[in-house]
């Protein structure tokens, strides 16, 4: 069982350039998340999609995309990197009723010179 | 919106110890709260969650309790062992769309042998 699947692992970008980070789940979950985490900071939602179709702001969304291409997939770009975006991303999936855990990748580890 | 504080951000404790954790959280309305392991290079992994309607839950030598007059929650964790030395993160949350978690920042666990 692969659970969620994120591409790459690692990315160095140069500032001004832009990126689409990529993430799968195999477990029919109908709600996906991008969290951003820094040090001291903890996870910080960007987006998320309730269901597929459907996308919304996090708590941190400026700078960012997102894009529901179907319900096992659910991406994140970075139009015009800056180097206030260099963080570790994960993306996070749930079946997206009430109180159900989040399952997470191993994360995305972006670098912005 | 919910805001979570974590305590302590380091713990050392010496192995077959007991480890507690502590996190407090603003909104009233949170009714979930998972807590996740995360090991280095890795995602979060939800470790146990515990809902509003249950004041404590037990997995072998992990505890999570609850306090929802005094919104806070705590994980115990008996007979510590190496291979828990982590960083542990804590979630409040209304387990659903863009309230459905926030993170407190975390807290590193070393077990010493």
């Known amino acids: 069982n692969a659970g969620v699947t994120q591409t790459p692992k690692f990315q160095v970008l140069k500032t001004g350039q832009s990126m689409t980070l990529q993430c799968a789940q195999d477990?029919?979950?109908?709600?996906m998340y991008w969290y951003r985490q820094d040090p001291g900071m903890g996870l910080r939602l960007i987006y998320y999609s309730a269901s597929e179709g459907t996308t919304d702001k996090g708590e941190v969304p400026n700078g960012y995309n997102v894009s529901r291409l179907n319900k096992r997939e659910f991406s994140l770009r970075l139009e015009s990197a800056a180097p206030s975006q260099t963080s570790v991303y994960f993306c996070?999936?749930?079946?997206?009723?009430?109180?159900?855990?989040?399952?997470f990748g191993d994360g995305t580890r972006l670098s912005i010179l | 919106g919910e805001n979570v504080e974590q305590h302590p951000s380091t713990l050392s404790v010496q192995e077959g110890d007991s480890a507690v954790i502590k996190c407090t959280y603003s909104?009233?309305?949170?009714?979930?709260f998972p807590w996740y392991k995360q090991e280095l290079g890795k995602g979060p992994q939800l470790i146990i969650d515990?809902?509003?309607?249950?004041g404590e839950k037990k997995d072998q030598r992990i505890a999570v309790t609850l306090n929802k007059t005094a919104k806070h929650f705590s994980l115990h964790i008996t007979e510590t062992q190496p291979e828990d030395s982590a960083v542990y993160f804590c979630a409040a949350g209304r387990g659903w769309g863009r309230r459905a978690l926030t993170f407190g920042s975390g807290t590193r666990l070393q077990v010493q042998p």
């Open positions: 909104d009233s309305a949170s009714n979930y």
């Open positions: 996070a999936s749930s079946e997206g009723v009430q109180n159900q855990p989040q399952h």
């Open positions: 515990i809902r509003s309607n249950v």
């Open positions: 477990m029919n979950h109908n709600s």
